[in-house]
């Protein structure tokens, strides 16, 4: 069983900063992709930003700039760090871990329950 946990999100005016994190738990064997997608009404969801185990990321052209992804392995946790935010990046936003779970070595992707990101302006 794994676990999510997200926080941050929020109501931001355009040009201001908001900064995401999710943390995941249980019993895992490791974690390789954590990311960042976003679904916003009317359109499909969409990636964001994504890191791998060994640091390489990729970044929806319409963040690259403005977005970073980070991760701390011994916390299991990823953070989008969001600067000169606009009103298009308003969305619901979720985070998705990739896991190697250590009863069955077998790899689960795990979704979290999401958070709004509302940028006005």
């Known amino acids: 069983q794994v676990q999510l946990v997200e926080s941050g999100g929020g109501l931001v005016q355009a040009g201001g900063s908001l900064r995401l994190s999710c943390a995941a738990s249980?019993?895992?064997?490791?974690?390789?992709?954590m990311g960042w997608y976003r679904q916003a009404p009317g359109k499909q969801r969409e990636l964001v930003a994504a890191?791998?185990?060994?640091?390489?990321?990729n970044y929806a052209e319409s963040v690259r700039g403005r977005f970073t992804i980070s991760r701390d392995n011994a916390k299991n946790t990823v953070v989008l760090q969001m600067n000169s935010l606009k009103p298009e990046d308003t969305a619901v936003y979720y985070c998705?871990?990739?896991?190697?779970?250590?009863?069955?070595?077998?790899?689960?992707?795990?979704w979290g329950q999401g958070t709004q990101v509302t940028v006005s302006s």
């Open positions: 998705k871990v990739g896991v190697i779970l250590s009863a069955t070595m077998s790899r689960l992707d795990y």
């Open positions: 890191i791998t185990s060994g640091g390489s990321t």
């Open positions: 249980g019993t895992i064997f490791s974690i390789n992709t």
